[in-house]
């Protein structure tokens, strides 16, 4: 059983997510929640948010696998803004 309080990602797994995060980020909203009252968001800070997330989901999926057994698909696509 997986401690779900200390889920490791291998190198290769924290590679991919940086690079999704990386190549994803120019195709999102710089304006968060399509709130036209904040400030636009530079592309390092929406490549952050993207990498903090990939590896929630990478985690997530690692622990249903090996704690339940249940598939969690993962997609490191990158697709045009509004896809």
């Known amino acids: 059983m ?3 309080k200390n889920i490791r990602l291998s190198q290769d797994e924290l590679n991919r997510c940086i ?3 990386q190549k994803s980020a120019p195709n999102q909203q710089a304006i968060e929640f399509g709130q036209r009252t904040t400030k636009p968001r530079r592309t390092g800070e929406i490549a952050r948010d993207n990498l903090i997330g990939k590896i929630a989901e ?3 999926s690692k622990m249903m696998k090996e704690n339940y057994d249940i598939d969690v698909p993962l997609d490191f696509n990158y697709y045009p803004r509004g896809q």
């Open 2 to 4: 997986l401690n779900v």
């Open 19 to 21: 690079e999704f995060a």
């Open 58 to 60: 990478v985690a997530f």
